[in-house]
């Protein structure tokens, strides 16, 4: 074969070689904003939890469901950690959310 050949043969073979800068898969993906998105989103969803577990002991302290036995004025903390105040959990998460500021103890006074 003459060098007239084979250059012809590899212009036909051109096309078919693989181009080197897209050789390797590149993401087009932002991994660091997707991945602050989910991090924030799980401290999101961590505090609404720890939301609705204080809400829920706040409930059952104000309503008295977790009284102590041997002293009257004082409060079971066992209880505290299972206590159901409410129904449902998203009643806790509502009325948290909802009633941000306390009721002022001391208007009449």
Not at 18 to 34: C, I
Not at 69 to 95: E, I
Request: charged share 20%.
């Amino acid at each position: 074969m003459t060098n007239d050949v084979e250059r012809d043969i590899l212009k036909i073979y051109e096309g078919s070689r693989p181009k080197e800068e897209e050789l390797f898969e590149t993401s087009r993906v932002n991994h660091v904003a997707w991945s602050l998105a989910a991090i924030f989103a799980l401290v999101a969803i961590w505090l609404a939890i720890a939301l609705v577990n204080a809400e829920n002991q706040r409930h059952a302290l104000a309503t008295n469901k977790c009284p102590d036995m041997v002293f009257k004025s004082g409060v079971d903390k066992a209880c505290l950690v299972t206590v159901n105040s409410r129904d449902h959990w998203w009643q806790h998460l509502w009325h948290a959310v909802t009633n941000v500021r306390p009721l002022p103890s001391n208007v009449g006074q």
